[in-house]
């Protein structure tokens, strides 16, 4: 029966994660099409900027919730989310008027500023849409949740836009982002009707210890905030060190190279529903680990191969050195896989209990990172700051990995002998 819940779970979430990931595409696609390709570096740097202070004034309340539901059963959640959401919005709000402020001190062009104030306006609405979809997953609706994350909004703006271009024509990159504000408001009504629905037709409200529950959200937090900053830093470290050709070259091997990592996004929302849920018990953590562990590697294996197969067709597309990049391809495809193998060690961690553990793993890689990518990239060019990378994801993924071999060979099949079951 479990095997078949994750199958179906997989496989739904696996849909919708693919229809974001579309989604994704056609509104990068749409706005340079309608816009110019300088629209979208606009738009696109907006866009960072307004998930990055998502994932800051969230505080880390979007796994707990995930966890939380998933041991505690839904109906009993409605006290605990308001606080989380109150928390999290006035947040938001302090977080936006101090990006607003930041901005207006720097050299940032006018058009970059306006697309930017329009964008922030939804940054509530985006921190809230976060909470509800940590809230589906440990209620076990992963595809929902996936289909409402970003690559699911951009998709819904890429709707609105192409409505409005057949009804009133060109749409500037003004209207889009107010579209893109207006779908996040949108969403956010949407979810919080259907989560007040799915708490009310279950079990009358009960007490939750709510301060034991909001303990690991500033590790959390952290480690959210300290994954951001390293993809950043290696953006910025890679700029500094690196020629135009070598980035090119980089970007275009590690967006191949994720490719073949896709799964890892489907089976971690799946799976952390389980994880919480039987956090007391080794033989079924254990067995959940395999599947999940066992979907991502066949996948990232068999995508893999498919790129390996059909590398010169792909590197030929964009042109560059071949050889140099297939080299570099073949080193984010070896971290892809690694990381399908090992990656789902850092659920499981976080929705045991085990989040301390997994910042301090984290911010640690994190620190070693910035100087390994740094010298890397002078030592060895492109390829140099290649190997770093992956040796950076071996380090981090072998420690928390080691860690949840230690967690699930230990004896016995349960570790809390007062956890409820069913």
Same mark, same amino acid.
């Given at each position: ?7 179906? %779970? ?7 994660? !693919? ?7 056609? #509104? ?18 907006? *866009? ?24 505690? +059963? ?9 606080? =989380? ?79 409005? =271009?057949?009804?009133? !024509? ?22 919080? #009707? ?5 708490? @009310? ?31 950043? +830093? ?7 060190? #690196? ?14 190279? #994720? ?17 919480? @849920? ?41 042109? +560059? ?7 570099? *391809? ?12 090992? !990656? ?8 045991? %209990? ?22 890397? %990239? ?10 770093? =990378? ?33």
């Amino acid at each position: 029966m479990t095997h078949n819940k994750f199958l179906i %779970g997989f496989i739904g979430a696996f849909i919708a994660r !693919g229809m974001a990931a579309v989604g994704s595409l056609a #509104l990068s696609v749409i706005i340079a099409k309608l816009n110019g390709i300088s629209d979208v570096g606009v738009f696109s740097f907006c *866009l960072s900027v307004l998930h990055f202070s998502m994932i800051f004034s969230r505080y880390g309340f979007d796994k707990v919730l995930t966890r939380t539901v998933a041991r505690m +059963g839904k109906g009993n959640m409605l006290r605990m989310l308001r606080n =989380y959401l109150l928390r999290s919005i006035i947040a938001s709000f302090a977080v936006m008027l101090a990006i607003l402020i930041i901005a207006n001190l720097t050299d940032i062009s006018q058009g970059r500023m306006e697309v930017l104030r329009l964008l922030m306006l939804g940054l509530p609405f985006l921190v809230g849409i976060s909470l509800f979809t940590g809230y589906l997953m440990g209620a076990g609706h992963p595809a929902i949740a996936a289909l409402c994350e970003t690559g699911g909004l951009a998709g819904l703006t890429t709707v609105a836009i192409a409505l409005m =271009y057949w009804s009133v !024509g060109p749409v500037s990159i003004i209207a889009i982002s107010v579209l893109y504000t207006v779908i996040c408001l949108f969403v956010f009504t949407a979810l919080f #009707l259907l989560v007040r629905r799915m708490e @009310r037709r279950n079990t009358p409200e009960t007490p939750v210890q709510q301060a034991q529950s909001t303990e690991g959200a500033k590790w959390f937090w952290i480690v959210a905030n300290a994954v951001f900053l390293s993809q950043a +830093g290696a953006l910025v470290i890679g700029g500094m060190v #690196l020629s135009d050709i070598d980035v090119g070259h980089l970007r275009l091997a590690e967006r191949l190279g #994720l490719m073949a990592g896709f799964a890892l996004t489907v089976t971690d929302p799946v799976v952390a529903r389980f994880f919480a @849920r039987d956090y007391g018990n080794r033989i079924l953590l254990k067995r959940h680990f395999m599947l999940a562990s066992g979907f991502a590697t066949l996948f990232a294996l068999t995508i893999s191969i498919i790129i390996i197969f059909f590398n010169d067709r792909l590197l030929d597309l964009v042109g +560059g050195d071949a050889e140099i990049g297939r080299a570099l *391809l073949y080193v984010y495809l070896a971290g892809s896989v690694f990381n399908a193998m090992t !990656g789902t060690s850092s659920m499981l961690l976080s929705m045991t %209990g085990n989040e301390k553990f997994l910042m301090r793993t984290v911010v640690m890689t994190f620190l070693l990172a910035m100087p390994s990518y740094y010298f890397g %990239g002078l030592a060895g060019g492109a390829m140099g700051f290649a190997i770093a =990378y992956l040796l950076i994801l071996v380090l981090k993924n072998s420690i928390i990995f080691l860690r949840v071999l230690q967690i699930l060979s230990g004896p016995g099949a349960d570790m809390d002998a007062n956890r409820k079951t069913g």
